[in-house]
T-cell receptor, first 113, second 113 residues
Framework: GENVEQHPSTLSVQEGDSAVIKCTYSDSASNYFPWYKQELGKRPQLIIDIRSNVGEKKDQRIAVTLNKTAKHFSLHITETQPEDSAVYFCAASGEAGTYKYIFGTGTRLKVLA | EAGVTQFPSHSVIEKGQTVTLRCDPISGHDNLYWYRRVMGKEIKFLLHFVKESKQDESGMPNNRFLAERTGGTYSTLKVQPAELEDSGVYFC???????????FGPGTRLTVT
């Protein structure tokens, strides 16, 4: 079945360092890959997304890369700040004709001041 | 623009009881989704409405779960009778179309004792 694997499950970095979260998806038909950030007690919010016709996308300190051949995509956060601490979820669009997202299990990022 | 709202924020019920969760999507969003996150696992798709029609019910666990979206506005998700394994956070999301941000609500934390 469709699934998305996400690693690591927890990640602690020093403020100012970079953080990388990796995901692998199973359905070759997936062509849209959003990343959500969920701060404690708040709703998941989209922080960046990428489509399958693009290999990389950047927005200030956040970037996402996609390797369609390997079915891998990754989130890169540079110059991390304490407010980056949250749970991050990767997702992949479901099979053709569906609108659902298949989510990873989440990564709890802790940025240490 | 008001965001997706969900009610209640928390619900504690006993096994065998009935609970109804409500979701109000962003005005103008025809697409409404229900997801669930159980015990720190992935956010799992339950179903997708387009206006009042169920477009994809592939994630509904069993027939104890009933979702409705009368009139194509707000949606309800009823669990009857509730079982222990139904505990988790139920998220609602809405979007204008495919491949654009799905806006999430804050979730309803359901605890079945």
């Amino acid at each position: 079945g469709e699934n998305v694997e996400q690693h690591p499950s927890t990640l602690s970095v020093q403020e100012g360092d970079s953080a990388v979260i990796k995901c692998t998806y199973s359905d070759s038909a997936s062509n849209y890959f959003p990343w959500y950030k969920q701060e404690l007690g708040k709703r998941p919010q989209l922080i960046i997304d990428i489509r399958s016709n693009v290999g990389e996308k950047k927005d200030q300190r956040i970037a996402v890369t996609l390797n369609k051949t390997a079915k891998h995509f990754s989130l890169h956060i540079t110059e991390t700040q304490p407010e980056d601490s949250a749970v991050y979820f990767c997702a992949a669009s479901g099979e053709a004709g569906t609108y659902k997202y298949i989510f990873g299990t989440g990564t709890r990022l802790k940025v240490l001041a | 623009e008001a965001g997706v709202t969900q009610f209640p924020s928390h619900s504690v019920i006993e096994k065998g009881q009935t609970v109804t969760l409500r979701c109000d999507p962003i005005s103008g969003h025809d697409n409404l989704y229900w997801y669930r996150r159980v015990m720190g696992k992935e956010i799992k798709f339950l179903l997708h409405f387009v206006k009042e029609s169920k477009q994809d019910e592939s994630g509904m666990p069993n027939n104890r779960f009933l979702a409705e979206r009368t009139g194509g506005t707000y949606s309800t998700l009823k669990v009857q009778p509730a079982e222990l394994e139904d505990s988790g956070v139920y998220f609602c999301a809405s979007s204008k179309s495919w491949g654009v941000e799905q806006y999430f609500g804050p979730g309803t934390r359901l605890t079945v004792t």
